[in-house]
């Protein structure tokens, strides 16, 4: 009975041994493959990209000042409108300044009339000198009255310009067009020639943005741009995602800034609608003129070993390998990989949180999507265009 046992619970064990043998390989063939999202690389033309910020100028901005001292009689127009040139702003009151007009007409006129005995008297002395009718000392002595009374009378004439001058300085109109900001100074208030301000009023027909490009930059890519090229840019404001206003380079400084290094330019917008204001903070970016083909990949797919970046491509069998990478200019989600990368090669898209190298693979081919970058200057103009049409 005991022998009997015995050879039973070798026979339990051989079959519990046999058994565990084979779990392994069936293990290894009921685990399926992990699914990777896997995608071939892009080629595409890009140009270099470099950003600066801004505080945008208007071209023309005046702080009004009256010309004359007095009291505000009238405030002509409403804050914050837009204002032409010549538009009536302020109207001092002009009664001192019209009766001083008044009065040197006044004197002109007296001026004139003894202006004109004088020079009769003149006359007939020289008449009477040549028959020796009148002594010489008398002769000279008209020639002279004439000659101050000519000088008297061109004196008043250049006050009455001069007040007249003062009358029409009474009435403040507008020296440039733009839009006006609030009146600081309300009717019934004096005003000092010269030291009150009245108001401000600036440009929008376009506005300018002054940026600094450093020396090393601007040497090495656009040392051949000038202001008469109208070299392309772009720019944004604060809040927005994407660059939608259009301009162009219309001055380059005449030297570098030996303090900085640095050489100042300014580029101009074209305000198409009042969505431009002085003072605003913008980016600006400007392509460099060489368009070179570069890989380009999601920056997500490329991860950080040390000192090393790295991408996973899909080698033999679906096993992930290691590739060493050197990377460039962001555009948008994508990067561009200077050196590690061909055309052929294809990525994990989503790079080394999931999986490493040495790892197989599932492989799910997927799109890399550059639909809505901004390479080069030429595909922004486009999209420009396209996105016009649509509306």
Known sequence: ??????TAMMAVTTLTLIGCGETPSQAATQHPLQPIDVAQVLVKPVQKWYTYTTRLEAPEQVSLMPRVSGVI?????HEGDHVEQ???????DDRPFAAVVAG?????????????QVRSEAQRASRLIKKKAISTEL???RASA?????AQLAALKAQLVAAQLDLDFATIRSPIDGVISRTNVTRGNNILAGQTVLTSIVSNKSMYGYFDVDERTWNSSFNDVTAASKQKVVMQKVGQKDFPYRGYINFIDNRINAATGTLRVRAVFEAQDESLRAGSFARIRLAANDITEQVVIPDRAIGTDLNNRFVLIVGEDNVLQYKQ???GDRYGKLRVITSGLTASDTIAVN???RVGPGMPIEPNLVTIDSSDITFTLSSLDESLTASTKEL
């Open 1 to 6: 009975m005991r022998k009997y046992f015995m």
């Open 73 to 77: 009689d009238q405030v002509s127009f």
């Open 86 to 92: 010549g538009d009536l702003l302020f109207k001092i």
């Open 104 to 116: 040197l007409k006044a004197q002109v006129q007296s001026s004139e009339a003894s202006l004109q």
């Open 139 to 141: 002769a000279e002595s």
């Open 146 to 150: 004439l000659t101050q009374g000519e």
């Open 325 to 327: 990478v050197e990377v």
């Open 351 to 353: 790079g080394p949180a």
